[in-house]
């Protein structure tokens, strides 16, 4: 046996639960054929925002805290605000009231003027949402610094060369799959193809004269990620990062998008709802996979059947907001030898034995 724990993904919840298993003394190893954060964890939104799901909160609230133990100052200390439009009143009112089952969001009506007071870039007319929720960070330096802190407590990266599952698990005691969007692909035979699948994202990176105070986010977007009903499949963010402002975003199935070909779409979209988009100055596209699981919750626990492989994937559009403390739940687990105490809403073992 080479290593107890071989992690194969070096994203978010990889180096997460490397980071963990390794501060409790569990050697352990991580798998990349690219590298750290090559994946959506170096190339998202850099929101951490809430999941707009009960079961999966507690996740959140944990992920700000160890973002905040990890990150330093670099973690702002209050939300920016999530601001979410909608184009009438009764659009906005529905709003209010479906974010009103957390209350921790402490959601609030704007009506045209109110929302423009608060964010004077939007277009004429928009009403809004107002929610309590929205560390941004850079993503990919979030992820990095997760990474070093596994490796300061001894945890081995082996990046850019190709990983085969078989081998990587006749020579490890326990296998952690965290390999995002690529996840079932990877566990082929053993979980269900459409158990983790690619929801691509487009983002366009521009600089703005003036960037926008808050998360601006049209309504749809949060109920789409998290219902995993898809509206709109290029619904309107625009999302300070520290790293860069994104014009947003597509929410697309199969196969991988042409970010040159959406960025004039996500533009144009953009300018109706802040019209100073149509002066920004491109910089570039990004486009990457958000690892999709069937259900739309993360899935976190031993791959059904088997005895020592584990799978940490499946959170979608919220990975940079509940991975690290998805990683810690799976190391306690695997440290555990069991993931019961994973809530079952987010446990693997609702992928049933296949
Ligand atoms: C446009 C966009 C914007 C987003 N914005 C936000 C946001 O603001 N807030 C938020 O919380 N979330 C956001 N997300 C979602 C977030 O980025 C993901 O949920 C999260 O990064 C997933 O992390 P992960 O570790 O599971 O996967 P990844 O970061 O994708 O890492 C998987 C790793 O596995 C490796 N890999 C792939 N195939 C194999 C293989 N066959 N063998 C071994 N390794 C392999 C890859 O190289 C990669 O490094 C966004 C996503 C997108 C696309």
């Known amino acids: 046996m080479d290593d107890a724990v071989t992690i194969i993904g070096a994203g978010i ?45 507690p996740l959140f609230d944990q992920t700000v805290e160890i973002m905040r133990e990890i990150l330093g100052s670099a973690m702002p200390q209050t939300p920016v605000g999530a601001l979410l439009l909608a184009e009438d009143e009764l659009a906005a009112r529905g709003l209010v009231d479906h974010y009103a089952q957390f209350p921790e969001l402490r959601p609030v009506l704007l009506d045209p003027d109110s929302a423009r007071e608060a964010e004077p870039l939007l277009a004429d007319g928009m ?6 929720t929205g560390y941004p960070i850079s993503p990919r330096e979030a992820t990095t610094a997760v990474a070093e802190r596994a490796r300061q407590a001894g945890a081995r990266f082996e990046l850019g060369g190709p990983v085969n599952l078989d ?14 969007a690529w996840s079932s ?14 929801l691509w ?18 309504g749809t977007v949060t109920r789409g990620l998290t219902t995993g009903k898809v509206e709109n499949e290029s619904p309107f963010t625009l999302l300070p990062s520290p790293s860069w402002l994104a014009v947003g975003s597509t929410l697309l199935p199969g196969n991988e998008p042409s970010g040159e070909e959406w960025a004039p779409r996500l533009l144009s979209r953009g ?27 993360p899935i976190l626990g031993r791959v059904p059947g088997q005895d020592r492989l584990w799978l940490g994937s499946g959170h979608g559009g919220r990975g940079l907001s509940l ?9 306690e687990a695997i440290i555990a030898g069991s993931d019961a105490a994973i809530p079952a809403p987010l446990r693997a073992d609702r992928l049933g034995a296949s």
């Open 201 to 218: 994202g487009v983002i366009v990176l521009v600089e703005m004269e003036r960037g926008p105070g808050h998360a601006i986010i049209e």
């Open 271 to 297: 300018t109706k709802f802040v019209p100073s988009i149509q002066d920004a100055h491109v910089q570039g596209t990004l486009v990457c996979a958000r690892p999709k699981s069937f259900d739309s919750r």
């Open 13 to 57: 919840v990889g180096c997460s639960a490397a980071y963990f298993l390794a501060i409790a003394g569990v050697p352990v190893t991580v798998l990349d054929p690219v590298g750290i954060a090559a994946g959506a964890s170096g190339r998202n939104n850099g929101l951490v925002e809430h999941p707009y799901d009960a079961a999966s909160a």
């Open 185 to 198: 692909q990877l566990l082929k035979g053993l979980v269900a193809p459409n158990a983790v699948s690619p």
């Open 323 to 331: 991975g690290a403390a998805s990683g810690k739940l799976l190391a």
């Open 127 to 132: 009403w809004g949402c107002l929610l309590d």
């Open 167 to 180: 081998e990587v698990r006749s020579a490890s005691d326990q296998v952690l799959v965290a390999a995002g």
